[in-house]
């Protein structure tokens, strides 16, 4: 199956590492000021790029007719504008702020914790990720992610959020309840990089006969 990598920074370039092992073969590399159309002709699209670069790539790849996997962060805000465009194209596209296993199982333990502490207005809340200083949203998408988790789960109050960028941080997230006799710490540590690449290509392999717009997390089955 022919890949086209859309994004070619630090992600893309590990995409291209790892497509062998999934049975995928570089149909094309799109970096910033690349045409858009080179892309056509590929089985899939995986696509990490910007935030402000995503919207046009994800339009533009429906238009060509390429299933896409997209991992760029910052642009869910426009969600319905993206499911629109790819509704009317009848194109396929899987979205994840993170493609981890260990993160998508998080959010199912931090769904149940909340859950069960939203009535236990002993507790307080916070949800807090660190990244490396080249990331260039934040709060990153996998800690909205997190707290939608919680709200989702019926945890109303309060969610003190806050995000630190230092050093090479692969990206560590923590949720957290507080009560005056005791502590719920639920803490993902992502160690490299890698288990993104690894779970896009998954997904590039599970996009095949796909139509519509999904997230990762319902497609593994880990979450409710
Ligand atoms: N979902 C996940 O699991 C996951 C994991 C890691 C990262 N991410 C997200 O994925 C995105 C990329 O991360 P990264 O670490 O690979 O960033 P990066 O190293 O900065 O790479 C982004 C690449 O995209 C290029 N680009 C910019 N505009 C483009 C356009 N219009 N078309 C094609 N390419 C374009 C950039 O080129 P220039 O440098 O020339 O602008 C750069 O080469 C970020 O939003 C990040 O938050 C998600």
Redesign the pocket.
């Known amino acids: 199956m022919k890949l086209a990598i ?7 370039r590990m995409v291209e590492q790892f497509a062998p092992e999934f049975g995928f073969t570089i149909h094309s590399k ?5 045409p ?1 159309a080179n892309a056509k002709g590929a089985d899939v699209a995986i696509e ?4 402000e ?1 995503a919207i ?2 994800l339009e533009g790849l429906a238009a060509l007719g390429v299933p896409t996997i997209t ?4 642009w869910l805000g426009e969600m319905d504008r993206v499911k629109a465009t790819y509704a009317k194209h009848d194109g396929a596209l899987i979205w ?5 296993i260990g993160v998508n199982v998080l959010l199912r333990a931090v769904h149940e914790v909340a859950r069960l502490l939203a009535n236990e207005a002993a507790y307080e809340a916070w949800a807090w990720e660190i990244h490396h200083s ?4 934040a709060p ?2 996998t800690l909205l992610a997190l707290v939608r988790e919680m709200q989702a789960a019926g945890y109303t109050r309060n969610i003190d959020q806050s995000s630190n960028r230092a050093g090479k941080i692969a990206g560590t997230h923590e949720i957290g309840f507080d009560s005056a006799e005791d502590t719920i710490t639920l803490r993902h540590t992502a160690r490299t ?1 890698e288990g ?1 690449a690894r ?2 290509l998954r997904a590039a392999q599970m996009i095949q006969g796909k139509k519509g717009v999904h997230e990762f997390k319902d497609l593994l089955g880990v979450t409710r």
């Open positions: 859309v994004g070619y920074g630090k992600m893309g799109i970096d910033a000021g690349d858009l990490f790029s910007a935030p670069a046009s790539n991992g760029t962060t910052g994840s702020a993170n493609f981890s080249a990331k260039k949203d990153s998408g990089r993104f779970g896009a």
